[in-house]
């Protein structure tokens, strides 16, 4: 019977600390998520992590296009945000905050591997140009062709496409982010966009 009532006891504290969780997960905003880290929260930092763990992990993907690197840059960079949480400030978004530190991490790891090697994996990520382009688009969605067409951007231009219409950042924010003004950032809207809608129509 004690047993019985300890287990009970143990399984209500579970359901209750789930329902803090998912409600915290659900109500909090980054920010506030971030202070309570910083104070040594782990259920804020359980919560900030199912919410940006996989728009993270595609960013990461993004850049160095190799997913076991991309999943231990992913825990890098929460294990950043849980020791770093103190210095955020909110001068930009938690999700702002959050991109810079994955694209840091993210770059200085590319800068890391050979230059071969990260060529070899870029050249085989992008479509054969010489294939048929009807035989292509018959197999291929639109939103592969997409995919394929983002891949072939430079990475300067493909970077700001990723962060305005795959993680809805404003100019301000991907111009925080990538650390250049907001003139060069419409700069390279303006190139990439022509680059993308050329690609598109031709692949």
Known sequence: ????????????????????????ADTASDDVLIRRI???????????????????????LRIVRDETLAEDLLSDVFLDVWRQAGSFRGDASGSTWLLAIARYKALSARRARADAELDARIASSIA????????????????????????????????????????GKSVKEVA??????EATVKTR??????KLADLVVTA
């Open 128 to 167: 054969d140009p010489a294939d048929n382009p009807e035989a292509a688009l018959q197999k291929r969605n639109r939103s592969e062709v997409l995919k394929d067409s983002l891949a072939r951007l430079s990475p300067e231009h493909g970077e700001v496409i990723d962060l305005v219409y795959y993680h």
């Open 38 to 60: 910083a104070a040594g929260d782990q259920l804020a930092m359980r919560a900030l992590f199912a919410r940006h763990r996989i728009p993270l992990y595609r960013w990461l």
């Open 176 to 181: 925080d982010i990538v650390g250049i003004g």
């Open 1 to 24: 019977m004690t047993i019985a009532l300890t287990h009970g006891k143990s399984a209500g504290a579970a359901a209750r600390a789930a329902a803090r969780h998912s409600s915290l």
């Open 189 to 194: 809207m303006f190139y990439a966009r022509k």
